[in-house]
Nanobody
Framework: VQLQASGGGLVQAGDSLRLSCAAS????????VGWFRRVPGKEREFVAA????????YYADSVKGRFTISRDNAKNTVYLQLNGLNPEDTAVYYC????????????????WGQGTLVTVSS
């Protein structure tokens, strides 16, 4: 499974972005897809995940209420809508796929995209 993350950019505090994670393989619909982010010098952290059945979504406390994860299996794409961005959201955002029904742990994810940079200015 190959994943391609896109949609990052430079925005101001309070702005919105939509990140996309496009998969090369329709079988990706069988996977949980998650978004993680990494700030230079820090460990990669969980942001959000959506189960393969659409029915469950999971968020880090730091983004709950501001970010929304969704998926369109017909397009083999998972989206992360980022609203109310603040400078602390600046990071490289990665999407990943896991065979687990749900997971917030990066070690449960077997397939990773290359990352897309989100920069939020104050």
């Amino acid at each position: 499974v190959q994943l391609q993350a896109s949609g990052g950019g430079l925005v101001q505090a309070g702005d919105s972005l939509r990140l996309s994670c496009a998969a090369s393989d329709p079988r990706t619909s069988r996977y949980t897809v998650g978004w993680f982010r990494r700030v230079p010098g820090k460990e990669r952290e969980f942001v959000a995940a959506i189960s393969r059945s659409y029915s469950s979504t999971y968020y880090a406390d730091s983004v709950k209420g501001r970010f929304t994860i969704s998926r369109d299996n017909a397009k083999n794409t998972v989206y992360l809508q980022l609203n109310g961005l603040n400078p602390e959201d600046t990071a490289v955002y990665y999407c990943a796929a896991s065979a687990y029904a749900s997971s917030r742990t990066e070690y449960d994810y077997d397939y990773w995209g290359q990352g897309t940079l989100v920069t939020v200015s104050s």
